[in-house]
C-alpha cells in the first residue's frame, strides 16, 4: 500500500492505493475509519488491546463473525500494520495475534469510543429499548448491528 496526494488543489486529501481498491479519504478522521472500520476491527482491536491471543480464542470471545469474516478482518489489519501474526512451525500449527505499536496507539481512539458509547446508551436507554440489531431508534433509524456485538463484548 502506498500513500500519495491526491492532486496539488487537495492537500488535505489523502489516497490510499492498494492492489484492491481505492480509498480516499478527505480528512484524517475519515483515513481512520478507512482503517478501523470494518464491522468487527473495532472489537478485534478492543481484544488484543488485553494481549496475544490465538485465532480461536478471538472467534470465541467475538460471537458473531464467521470464521472467514475474521481471517479477512484480521489480514486487513495486518495489512494496514495494526496487527502482527506470528506463525510457529509446529504439529499442529499455532499463529497468535497481537497489535504492532501502530495498533497501541489507537487504544485511546477505542477508548474514547467506548466511553462514548456508554455515555450514549445511558442517555438513551430509556427512550427505546435495544432487543435486537434492527431495533428503531426514536428518529426511526435503525441502530448499527454491530452495536450488539460491541455492547456482549464489553459486558462479557
Given at each position: 500500500?502506498?500513500?500519495?496526494?491526491?492532486?496539488?488543489?487537495?492537500?488535505?486529501?489523502?489516497?490510499?492505493?492498494?492492489?484492491?481498491?481505492?480509498?480516499?479519504?478527505?480528512?484524517?478522521?475519515?483515513?481512520?475509519?478507512?482503517?478501523?472500520?470494518?464491522?468487527?476491527?473495532?472489537?478485534?482491536?478492543?481484544?488484543?488491546?488485553?494481549g496475544?491471543?490465538?485465532f480461536?480464542?478471538?472467534?470465541?470471545?467475538?460471537?458473531?463473525?464467521?470464521?472467514?469474516?475474521?481471517?479477512?478482518?484480521?489480514?486487513?489489519?495486518?495489512?494496514?500494520?495494526?496487527?502482527?501474526?506470528?506463525?510457529?512451525?509446529?504439529?499442529?500449527?499455532?499463529?497468535?495475534?497481537?497489535?504492532?505499536?501502530?495498533?497501541?496507539?489507537?487504544?485511546?481512539?477505542?477508548?474514547?469510543?467506548?466511553?462514548?458509547?456508554?455515555?450514549?446508551?445511558?442517555?438513551?436507554?430509556?427512550?427505546?429499548?435495544?432487543?435486537?440489531?434492527?431495533?428503531?431508534?426514536?428518529?426511526?433509524?435503525?441502530?448499527?448491528?454491530?452495536?450488539?456485538?460491541?455492547?456482549?463484548?464489553?459486558?462479557?
Amino acid at each position: 500500500m502506498k500513500y500519495v496526494q491526491e492532486s496539488a488543489l487537495l492537500p488535505k486529501t489523502i489516497v490510499l492505493e492498494d492492489t484492491m481498491n481505492r480509498r480516499t479519504a478527505p480528512c484524517p478522521a475519515a483515513y481512520t475509519l478507512t482503517v478501523i472500520g470494518g464491522r468487527w476491527k473495532v472489537l478485534i482491536l478492543w481484544k488484543l488491546f488485553q494481549g496475544e491471543h490465538r485465532f480461536s480464542d478471538l472467534f470465541r470471545a467475538m460471537n458473531g463473525p464467521t470464521q472467514k469474516m475474521l481471517t479477512q478482518q484480521l489480514r486487513e489489519l495486518e495489512r494496514d500494520g495494526l496487527v502482527h501474526r506470528q506463525v510457529y512451525a509446529q504439529v499442529p500449527p499455532k499463529v497468535e495475534y497481537s497489535l504492532t505499536p501502530l495498533g497501541m496507539s489507537l487504544k485511546p481512539v477505542v477508548n474514547a469510543m467506548c466511553d462514548w458509547g456508554r455515555k450514549h446508551q445511558e442517555e438513551t436507554s430509556g427512550l427505546a429499548p435495544a432487543t435486537s440489531a434492527t431495533s428503531q431508534a426514536p428518529s426511526g433509524a435503525k441502530r448499527p448491528a454491530a452495536v450488539q456485538p460491541l455492547r456482549r463484548a464489553m459486558a462479557g
